[in-house]
């Protein structure tokens, strides 16, 4: 049976220069990089600084960075190698079907430490940590797609602080159903904290997370993250009540 795709919404990547201007804008290309993008226009993303949400006929994300001049080297974004799953077969005339899906989460901190996620079976990646979050609804902006992953999957009750940064990856492999898809993740991050952390409870039972639980940051070293979201968090470091 073929999976039912959540409609995605269209990216607008904004350049901003130091005076507030804005310098570039381009839409986000399936299998394309948000720095990358700003690169080929003649700037560096500097910082992100925000996610807006639109919906009218279509759903569009506006992403606003901080750029400068581009100088030196051009980033290598995580979407310059097409990484194909590992084993991966693929039949005689099959042809992979692009999807590109946007999704939103959060580094969660409390004075129990760090909240993570733990994917179930139905990842490519059983047993592993990672951030809690997932894909947006239709015409759901990303800061409250936040809150209510958290929720489903930790059952947190959060506070959104301020955009961490996006982060974007490119593979070929199976989708759940089977299919060949050319897949092209979109990873919207934020900071969050939770003034009254609980006992982890998963209320989306069944879905992509298996568990969650609060970790004390110097523990995340030794923890078997998925390594995209130990990449990410080498570039957003957890800090607030025990950083």
Do not use: K, N
């Not at 919906?55 to 960075?65: D, P, Q, Y």
């Not at 006992?199 to 969650?212: I, K, L, M, Q, R």
């Amino acid at each position: 049976m073929t999976r039912q795709r959540t409609p995605q919404p269209d990216i607008e990547v904004v350049g901003v220069d130091a005076a507030g201007a804005e310098v570039a804008r381009q839409r986000l290309g399936h299998g394309q990089d948000p720095q990358a993008l700003l690169w080929a226009c003649g700037w560096r993303a500097v910082d992100a600084l925000e996610v807006s949400s639109h919906s009218a006929e279509r759903h569009v994300l506006t992403a606003r960075f901080q750029v400068a001049p581009a100088q030196g080297r051009p980033p290598v974004p995580h979407t310059a190698v097409v990484h194909r799953d590992r084993d991966l077969v693929v039949e005689p005339g099959e042809v992979a079907d692009p999807y590109q899906r946007v999704a939103a989460y959060a580094v969660v901190t409390s004075e129990r430490g760090l909240l993570l996620a733990q994917l179930s079976g139905l990842t490519s990646e059983p047993g592993r940590w990672g951030l809690p979050g997932g894909g947006l609804d239709p015409h759901e902006a990303p800061a409250d797609t936040v809150l209510r992953e958290v929720w489903e999957e930790s059952g947190q009750r959060v506070q959104v602080t301020s955009l961490a940064g996006i982060q974007s990856s490119h593979w070929v492999g199976r989708a759940p159903d089977g299919r060949l898809e050319d897949f092209h993740a979109v990873r919207i991050v934020y900071r969050a904290t939770c003034g009254e952390p609980t006992e982890p409870v998963v209320h989306d039972v069944g879905g992509t997370t298996a568990s969650a639980a609060w970790f004390p940051t110097d523990d995340l070293a030794g923890l078997p993250l998925t390594a995209g979201w130990r990449a990410a968090l080498a570039l957003w470091p957890p800090h607030g009540h025990d950083a």
